[in-house]
């Protein structure tokens, strides 16, 4: 099995690199850590094959643990590359078309209000001029986020429409943003929670440490471990895991009230904190499992 990280320089860290040690002590040679820039793929011969740079066939691996955020796929480069790995019959965790979700915030509403599950009120736009939606009846206060953000960035709160009518134009053309229902009562805080099948295996409250309104860690939240604390938030957790068809899952919540939640987003390559030691195993477990079910049949059928 292979973990499949971004392209280099980037070098694994934190949880990637806590769980690539896991597997390669518990697979050994079996196991294998490869980055996006190190192959070419195509078809020969009516065959689909893939190579290292140095012209070597490389045999498609029965799992791959996907480790490329899906913020930063793109249709033309990872996403081929893990599309031709799905064709050649690996199993991607996690899938292809979960990732692709994942990666567009209102592909997810779309999937999770499908699913009947709660979501802030939001509205996006396809090719409208970016003036244009700003004049139409967005309910204020919102907060405005890039589609294709991630990690907390290119995130505000627009109090009022005043705000929204003068960053227009300082706002990125090239991809759509939303507008979303601030949620007062979960300012500058939330509930992250990781979903291994179905499972939680870990849970935390990330706070905004300067008051303001991201909470991620990666922008200076703390987080406090809170495993069982909200066992209605694990359970929606869950369940909105399911709703993208993820195996392995970051789902962040928002406190609508001091007990019940909705769904900001959900995450395909979440990280946790090193203290959070029940994550690793769950994972390896999850990927054992599949190998374990894996037969050269089920290659054929794929």
């Given at each position: ?31 294998a850590v490869w ?147 601030y949620v007062s ?84 390559v979440p990280g ?31």
């Amino acid at each position: 099995m292979w973990l499949l990280a971004r392209e280099r320089p980037f070098p694994l860290r934190g949880a990637t690199r806590e769980l690539a040690d896991a597997l390669a002590a518990i697979h050994g040679p079996g196991f294998a850590v490869w980055h996006t820039d190190e192959f070419v793929f195509g078809v020969l011969e009516g065959r689909l094959v893939l190579r290292t740079l140095g012209g070597a066939d490389v045999p498609a691996p029965k799992v791959v643990c996907v480790r490329q955020l899906p913020g930063s796929l793109r249709d033309d480069r990872e996403v081929s590359l893990l599309r031709h790995l799905e064709r050649m019959g690996a199993m991607l965790l996690n899938p292809l078309e979960a990732q692709l979700v994942c990666r567009n915030k209102i592909w997810q509403l779309q999937e999770l209000a499908r699913a009947g599950l709660p979501v802030p009120d939001t509205m996006s736009f396809a090719t409208a001029p970016l003036e244009g939606v700003v004049r139409t009846r967005l309910s204020t206060p919102c907060v405005v986020k890039s589609v294709t953000g991630h990690k907390g960035r290119q995130v505000f709160l627009a109090p009022g429409t005043e705000l929204l009518h003068s960053v227009v134009g300082a706002l990125a053309q090239e991809t759509p943003h939303l507008f979303q229902e601030y949620v007062s009562h979960s300012h500058g805080r939330d509930l992250r929670v990781i979903v291994i099948d179905g499972v939680a295996v870990a849970a935390a409250v990330r706070t905004s440490r300067d008051g303001g309104l991201a909470s991620n860690i990666g922008r200076g939240g703390a987080a406090t471990l809170c495993l069982g604390r909200y066992p209605q938030a694990e359970e929606l957790a869950a369940r909105a895991a399911s709703a993208i068809g993820l195996a392995i899952a970051g789902v962040d919540l928002l406190f609508a009230s001091e007990d019940t939640f909705t769904i900001c987003e959900v995450n395909a390559v979440p990280g946790w904190r090193p203290e959070m030691t029940a994550v690793t195993p769950a994972i390896t477990d999850c990927i054992d499992h599949r190998l374990k079910a894996w037969t050269p049949s089920e290659l054929k059928r794929t």
